[in-house]
């Protein structure tokens, strides 16, 4: 269709939005997390101001779904200190949102990427095991409310402090607090006036990939092996980080 955008997108780049969207989200669904790792460095390429807002916002759905659909299996005690780290971490996150330009938003993201990724491959070598309780779970909490709302990518923290319990714990748990979590980032972006008419046309964008990732992340949580996809999915995330580097470097 000739002329047709979408928030200054062309109908191509409309579909891998919302292509990418499908794949974060049925990461994400079946692992706990995953979407903000896998996508914001390139939605970041593709308009600045998908990240964090329009990915925030776009995610409320997968969280909820996510938590409602395993619910069972919620750590609830370890949920609870999570949520009362992110409330200042989402209060400093703001103020420091404020302060960056793109550049500097852009270089957030993909740092913010390369850690977790050199983390998560440094603690599984030597096989450490970082302790759960009510100062890691605070900590972690305090860590994705901040990383969430300056860069959209919060689900490494909580990851790394529960990446050796039960999968279905972890998926669970790490959704609960996302779905509070992300209430009070929003809520922080309407407050801040961080939300305009443009990302929330970027939101339409990618809310449908993310919706229909929901029921296809219950099918991947049921046959994949989490142990096969994690290397994966961090290869994936490092390549998007470097892209993502260039990209703004050059």
């Known amino acids: 269709m000739i002329g047709f955008d979408i ?13 990418l969207a499908l794949i974060g989200s049925s990461v994400q669904g079946s692992l706990g997390f995953g ?31 996510v938590a409602i659909r395993d619910r069972a299996h ?4 370890g949920f609870k200190w999570a949520i009362l780290g992110r409330f200042p971490g989402v209060f400093i ?42 100062t890691t779970l605070t900590s972690a909490g305090f860590a994705s409310g901040f990383m ?9 923290p909580m990851a790394l402090v529960y990446k050796d319990g039960d999968p ?6 790490i959704a609960a607090f996302f779905s509070i979590g992300v209430v009070i980032t929003v809520a922080g972006f309407v407050l801040s ?11 339409a964008v990618i809310l449908p990939g993310v919706v229909a990732g929901l029921p296809l992340s219950s099918v991947l949580a049921r046959h994949m092996s ?25």
């Open 7 to 19: 928030a200054g997108l062309s109908l191509p780049m409309v579909l891998l939005c919302t292509a």
């Open 35 to 65: 979407l903000g790792m896998l996508t914001s460095p390139l939605f970041a390429m593709i308009d600045h101001s998908f990240v964090p807002v329009a990915m925030m916002l776009a995610v409320v759905p997968l969280t909820f779904g």
């Open 74 to 77: 919620i750590d609830a005690s």
């Open 93 to 134: 996150g703001l103020v420091a949102l404020r302060a960056m330009n793109e550049d500097l938003l852009a270089y957030a993201v993909a740092s913010s990427v390369a850690v977790a990724v050199i983390l998560s491959v440094v603690t599984s070598r030597r096989g450490q095991v970082v302790p759960t309780n009510a």
């Open 148 to 156: 969430g709302t300056v860069t959209s990518i919060g689900g490494p």
């Open 168 to 173: 279905r714990t972890v998926r669970a748990t």
């Open 193 to 203: 006036g961080e939300i305009g008419r443009h990302e929330l046309a970027l939101t």
């Open 226 to 250: 989490s142990a096969v996809m994690r290397p994966l999915i961090l290869v994936m995330c490092a390549v998007s980080a470097l892209l993502l580097v260039l990209q703004t470097a050059l």
